[in-house]
């Protein structure tokens, strides 16, 4: 078995990629006028946590462990404010127990046994929440807290290939599941950043977005049906490809955040593995243009697979074009037919519209096989939370900021962000945006920050002041407070501000339905002691 780190991303034998390190080395050190100083990551013996409050149920026992490492290890996300405090040794809320719940049955004897014990439950995926969602802060009503943890359920439990349709357990991560469906031609083709680590429960419980931009964005769109087990009871929803009867029960539970009960497993969507592929860069001078040309390309009703706009320091940050250009990135893809037309017109429709359009800069074509470029890219995306914790390590800040707005307002949105960290007072920082989601009627804008971290605390409450900041913003300017990184406890606030008072209720009779007893991952979607 491979050890999770406890303080940072991934695995404990893998690494960021020296190269990528080294290069990223020498924009902060630019940036800062200094080379920044690594400080060394924590090792076990360090850690000193709260004694546990409760011990697991004895007849549960086997499958739980409350070791100091395995309980820090579930006591945190993986925001940056996370790591900051993981990499100080500050587990202060770490969980009593963590569970390891092999079948949905255990899932279901563990949800009575807390019940019964006045003990919260907080659902475990990968722990890859950057928004508070698996911390158990605030939770001192109750006798304790227990930290269930999906890994031990990623089974593939059946497969219709009539239907091009999988049912997976809810634990598997996003290599578990490529590997489970790999030998029969199929994919779920989704890609979250996060995609080494998270899994199927995570994803759904959080509506999170996979990398491709257009289409199926969100795993919403990949769920057929979910069963849950919730504390009074389990729900299993039917599989259909469609449905008008009514409130559809599934979606009840995509962003439930694990407020209603635990997903043990999920019929989803799959694709058979795609073979030709096709991709250009385009360059700007100006963001506006490239967000203007990629517009026009999703309303033209083209479908690119891909469709990214960078702004000129995004673009600098990821080595991808001329120095203070602005990129628009397409890309399409297909099982059945080759796809360079679909590029060529979608070219067209954007160098048509972008004012001062360059290109394309790079353009690539791959039938019948994989496409190098794409996978060097995709390596890189994926392993980049790895140089994330380097970073951490080296006090630097970094943190990303996500939304989705319509096209009338994405402008004052922008401008607000910018604006809105401009009066912060940082220093020395990089502020990069691209877009990572399109639609024909809006984006989802992205910004990743970059800035010295204060060496007393590493950071930590400058990021809650930049989330204050930058949230308030993009919520004030007609944003969603979030895209696809969910609401967790760290976005209740801004949440509380988008939410119809109505639903909110709505919602909360749903809960008080199926958890009368208040104890699924109180604090998260509503405030800690609203039951
Ligand atoms: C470096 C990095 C990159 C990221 N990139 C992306 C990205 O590209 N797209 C994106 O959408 N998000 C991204 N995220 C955020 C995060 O990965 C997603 O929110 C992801 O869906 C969480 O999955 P998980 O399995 O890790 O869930 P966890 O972090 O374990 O849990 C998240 C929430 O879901 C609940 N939950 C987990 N499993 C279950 C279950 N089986 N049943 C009920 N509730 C459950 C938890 O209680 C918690 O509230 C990123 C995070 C990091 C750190």
Same mark, same amino acid.
């Given at each position: 078995?491979?050890?999770?780190?406890?303080?940072?991303?991934?695995?404990?034998?893998?690494?960021?990629?020296?190269?990528?390190?080294?290069?990223?080395?020498?924009?902060?050190?630019?940036?800062?006028?200094?080379?920044?100083?690594?400080?060394? %990551? %924590?090792?076990?013996?360090?850690?000193?946590?709260?004694? %546990?409050?409760?011990?697991? %149920?004895?007849?549960?026992?086997?499958?739980?462990?409350?070791?100091?490492?395995?309980?820090?290890?579930?006591?945190?996300?993986?925001?940056?404010?996370?790591?900051?405090?993981?990499?100080?040794?500050?587990?202060?809320?770490?969980?009593?127990?963590?569970?390891?719940?092999?079948?949905?049955?255990? @899932?279901?004897?563990?949800?009575?046994?807390?019940?019964?014990?006045?003990?919260?439950?907080?659902?475990?995926?990968?722990?890859?929440?950057?928004?508070?969602?698996?911390?158990?802060?605030?939770?001192?009503?109750?006798?304790?807290?227990?930290?269930?943890?999906?890994?031990?359920?990623?089974?593939?439990?059946?497969?219709? $290939?009539?239907?091009?349709?999988?049912?997976?357990?809810?634990?598997?991560?996003?290599?578990?599941?490529?590997?489970?469906?790999?030998?029969?031609?199929?994919?779920?083709?989704?890609?979250?950043?996060?995609?080494?680590?998270?899994?199927?429960?995570?994803?759904?419980? $959080?509506?999170?977005?996979?990398? !491709?931009?257009?289409?199926?964005?969100?795993?919403?769109? +990949?769920?057929?049906?979910?069963? @849950?087990?919730?504390?009074?009871?389990?729900?299993?929803?039917?599989?259909?490809?469609?449905?008008?009867?009514?409130?559809?029960?599934?979606?009840?539970?995509?962003?439930?955040?694990?407020?209603?009960?635990?997903?043990?497993?999920?019929?989803?969507?799959?694709?058979?593995?795609?073979?030709?592929?096709?991709?250009?860069?385009?360059?700007?001078?100006?963001?506006?243009?490239?967000?203007?040309? =990629?517009?026009?390309?999703?309303?033209?009703?083209?479908?690119?697979?891909?469709?990214?706009?960078?702004?000129?320091?995004?673009?600098?940050?990821?080595?991808?074009?001329?120095?203070?250009?602005?990129?628009?990135?397409?890309? !399409?893809?297909?099982? *059945? *037919?080759? @796809?360079?037309? +679909?590029?060529? =017109?979608?070219?067209?429709?954007?160098?048509?519209?972008?004012?001062?359009?360059?290109?394309?800069?790079?353009?690539?074509?791959?039938?019948?096989?994989?496409? #190098?470029?794409?996978?060097?890219?995709?390596?890189?995306?994926?392993?980049?939370? &790895?140089?994330?914790?380097?970073?951490?390590?080296?006090?630097?800040?970094?943190?990303?900021?996500?939304?989705?707005?319509?096209?009338?307002?994405?402008?004052?949105?922008?401008?607000?962000?910018?604006?809105?960290? #401009?009066?912060?007072?940082?220093?020395?920082?990089?502020?990069?945006?691209?877009?990572?989601?399109?639609?024909?009627?809006?984006?989802?804008? &992205? &910004?990743?920050?970059?800035?010295?971290?204060?060496? #007393?605390?590493?950071?930590?409450?400058?990021?809650?002041?930049?989330?204050?900041?930058?949230?308030?913003?993009?919520?004030?300017?007609?944003?969603?407070?979030?895209?696809?990184?969910?609401?967790?406890?760290?976005?209740?606030?801004?949440?509380?501000?988008?939410?119809?008072?109505?639903?909110?209720?709505?919602?909360?009779?749903?809960?008080?339905?199926?958890?009368?007893?208040?104890?699924?991952?109180?604090?998260?979607?509503?405030?800690?002691?609203?039951?």
């Amino acid at each position: 078995m491979r050890r999770r780190r406890f303080w940072g991303w991934g695995f404990e034998d893998e690494g960021a990629d020296p190269r990528a390190l080294a290069a990223v080395e020498a924009q902060i050190g630019a940036l800062l006028g200094r080379s920044p100083v690594r400080r060394e %990551p %924590p090792v076990a013996r360090d850690l000193a946590l709260p004694a %546990p409050r409760v011990a697991a %149920p004895p007849r549960l026992a086997h499958l739980c462990t409350a070791t100091p490492e395995e309980r820090a290890r579930h006591a945190l996300g993986r925001s940056y404010k996370d790591l900051a405090r993981a990499i100080r040794c500050r587990f202060d809320d770490a969980p009593d127990y963590v569970a390891y719940p092999e079948t949905s049955d255990d @899932v279901a004897r563990l949800l009575e046994a807390a019940a019964a014990g006045a003990v919260a439950v907080v659902p475990f995926g990968g722990g890859t929440s950057v928004a508070g969602g698996v911390e158990p802060r605030g939770l001192g009503s109750y006798a304790g807290v227990v930290s269930l943890d999906m890994s031990k359920l990623s089974r593939l439990l059946d497969l219709d $290939t009539t239907s091009l349709s999988a049912r997976i357990e809810a634990g598997a991560s996003g290599p578990e599941i490529e590997a489970l469906l790999k030998p029969h031609g199929l994919t779920l083709r989704f890609y979250p950043q996060s995609f080494e680590l998270s899994t199927l429960g995570g994803w759904i419980a $959080t509506r999170a977005g996979g990398h !491709f931009a257009t289409g199926p964005t969100h795993v919403d769109d +990949l769920v057929e049906s979910v069963r @849950v087990s919730c504390p009074r009871g389990t729900i299993e929803t039917r599989r259909l490809p469609g449905s008008g009867a009514g409130p559809a029960p599934e979606r009840l539970f995509l962003g439930s955040e694990g407020t209603l009960g635990v997903i043990t497993d999920a019929w989803v969507r799959v694709l058979r593995r795609p073979t030709h592929r096709a991709q250009a860069t385009v360059s700007f001078p100006t963001f506006e243009a490239a967000t203007t040309a =990629l517009r026009t390309v999703l309303q033209s009703g083209l479908s690119p697979s891909n469709a990214r706009a960078l702004d000129p320091v995004e673009a600098m940050m990821s080595g991808a074009g001329p120095a203070g250009a602005a990129l628009l990135l397409l890309a !399409f893809e297909s099982a *059945h *037919h080759p @796809v360079d037309g +679909l590029l060529a =017109l979608a070219l067209e429709a954007a160098l048509s519209a972008g004012a001062g359009a360059a290109g394309p800069v790079r353009s690539t074509s791959a039938d019948g096989g994989r496409d #190098a470029a794409q996978d060097v890219y995709k390596a890189s995306f994926l392993r980049a939370p &790895y140089l994330r914790d380097e970073l951490v390590l080296r006090g630097v800040f970094v943190e990303t900021y996500e939304t989705a707005v319509t096209w009338d307002r994405l402008a004052a949105l922008d401008a607000d962000v910018r604006a809105a960290v #401009a009066r912060l007072d940082l220093g020395p920082h990089l502020l990069a945006c691209r877009v990572t989601h399109a639609y024909p009627n809006g984006c989802a804008p &992205y &910004y990743t920050l970059v800035a010295p971290a204060p060496e #007393a605390d590493l950071g930590v409450e400058m990021w809650d002041d930049v989330k204050a900041a930058v949230t308030g913003a993009i919520v004030d300017a007609g944003g969603t407070s979030t895209h696809h990184h969910a609401i967790g406890r760290d976005v209740v606030p801004w949440y509380e501000r988008e939410r119809p008072a109505l639903f909110a209720d709505a919602i909360l009779a749903a809960k008080r339905a199926l958890d009368p007893r208040g104890i699924m991952n109180p604090g998260v979607l509503f405030r800690a002691g609203t039951r």
